[in-house]
């Protein structure tokens, strides 16, 4: 490949790559290679990934040529260079969770997710950073240090996801691999500019994960492209009997509805929480992406979901918990082996007694009721994803309309409620700051409604016309 051609390349999405993969247009081993090379330039400056699989990955990339130069094309993965977060295990390749803890430990098996992607023929280029122990939204606290935003290398990329993010961001690789327990794919998403879907919860198995909350946390795809993220989405849902929280449902094509239009549609805005305390530059762009909305013919209508502070109170409360439960023994053998504010955080699930604990799970149910009785109405819900501009590495307070607020709530407020209740929610591009940083708004939908938000998400897409790849780094 000439190196302008090369470069072309990059800045295709997973889609455009993998049709000319699958015609023969475009050697996947090379495409490896130049997304290797990619790395070893742009990943000093962003801190994406902990591990890169060069060789290994090119081991993978020649067979899956192979495999299609013999008419055996397994599909829309195969060939395609892809990152997974490193709280996920891979088998004999370091799983850090980002900590120094695990900085040497080594799984004998892999995460469900994973071999769902090498049963696709995906090619895994390596595992990215993450906020240590997936417990953090803001994407700067690491055993191996913070990932910086592709757009502005003093910013924070947002959390927990945050190598994965930046990764796709700045073409690192063509779809990556996150987890979310209150924002942790979407937050980062929408700060790095790319697509985010945390799917229902249940629908991708999270067997193979080093867990956050045992009942919050889901695994979700990152992409540049609406119907990239509905093509990875098809590799990872399904049934697993190894995970206790997985459902069984009929396997379905996510990218069906792309392409429909939304005409007629009913577009749901809260009327409280999701747009208290917004940066200005934030609600300008999401009231211009309702605007798009508009103009593809919706209808856009005011909703009232009761409770949302308190369900987002109880989310909170689950996560403090849980997180505490899964760390107790380490906290009390090696304290010292954790970050700081990640070991603060992680104590404050020793305060709560059983009853708010009990309480909590509780509001689990009248947040499922309350989002059915809204999403009876209108077809989805529209919010932003992330209330303000992306704050400086270790900035911890952030100023919202003219009041103080710490960063990490700041980052993650908008997004627990689905956490807690399990609805699929999908981050997308709406726009930039004045500044050139990226903002995004997020669709929820009912349960199981994936192909739905996919459906409005593409359509947005298609007439936005939003850019969500970063060549020039730095």
Not at 32 to 56: C, D, G
Not at 306 to 313: A, K
Not at 388 to 404: A, F, H
Request: proline share 6%.
């Amino acid at each position: 490949m000439k190196a302008s051609y090369k470069d072309e390349i990059l800045q295709w999405d997973l889609s455009r790559l993998s049709n000319a993969i699958s015609e023969k247009q475009i050697s996947p081993v090379e495409v490896t290679r130049q997304i290797i090379e990619r790395i070893s330039q742009v990943n000093p400056k962003i801190n994406a990934y902990i591990t890169v699989l060069a060789e290994q990955a090119v081991e993978d990339a020649e067979q899956a040529e192979q495999e299609i130069s013999n008419g055996n094309w397994r599909g829309p993965l195969h060939g395609i260079p892809l990152g997974v977060k490193d709280v996920i295990y891979t088998k004999n390749i370091n799983t850090t969770m980002g900590s120094q803890l695990f900085k040497d430990f080594v799984p004998d098996y892999n995460a469900t997710v994973v071999e769902k992607l090498k049963q696709a023929g995906a090619t895994i280029i390596g595992k990215q950073n993450t906020h240590e122990f997936a417990y953090g939204p803001t994407g700067d606290r690491s055993h191996f240090g913070p990932v910086r935003n592709p757009y502005n290398l003093s910013k924070m990329t947002g959390g927990s996801s945050s190598g994965s993010a930046a990764a796709v961001a700045s073409g690192l690789c063509y779809g990556a691999l996150g987890t979310d327990t209150g924002g942790s794919v979407r937050i980062p998403a929408s700060v790095c500019g790319i697509v985010g879907m945390k799917p229902t919860f249940g629908r991708v198995s999270k067997y193979g994960l080093y867990p956050t909350s045992w009942t919050l946390d889901h695994i979700g795809p990152l992409t540049r492209s609406v119907k990239d993220n509905a093509i990875l989405l098809n590799a990872l849902s399904g049934y697993d009997s190894q995970d206790y929280y997985s459902i069984k449902t009929d396997q379905e094509d996510f990218t069906r509805l792309l392409g429909k239009g939304i005409k007629g549609s009913v577009i749901g805005i809260p009327s409280s929480f999701y747009f208290e305390r917004v940066d200005s530059e934030v609600r300008n762009q999401v009231n211009h992406a309702i605007e798009v909305f508009k103009s593809l013919g919706a209808e856009i209508r005011p909703v009232d979901i009761p409770q949302l502070q308190e369900i987002s109170l109880a989310h909170q409360m689950i996560v403090r918990c849980e997180a505490y439960a899964i760390h107790e023994s380490t906290l009390t053998d090696t304290p010292e082996l954790y970050d700081a504010e990640v070991k603060e955080r992680l104590l404050s699930g020793l305060t709560p007694i059983a009853l708010d604990y009990v309480k909590a799970i509780q509001m689990k149910q009248v947040a499922i009721h309350e989002f059915n009785q809204i999403l009876e109405q209108v077809d989805i819900i529209l919010i932003p994803t992330v209330p303000v501009l992306p704050p400086d590495i270790d900035q911890r307070e952030v100023m919202v309309d003219g009041y103080p607020e710490h960063a990490r709530s700041a980052m993650n407020r908008l997004n627990g409620p689905t956490n807690l209740n399990g609805f699929p929610s999908l981050q997308i591009p709406c726009g930039f700051s004045a500044s050139g940083m990226p903002i995004g708004v997020q669709l929820i939908g009912k349960q199981l409604d994936e192909a739905n938000l996919y459906r409005f998400g593409y359509a947005f897409e298609q007439e936005a016309g939003i850019p969500t790849i970063k060549i020039n780094i730095g």
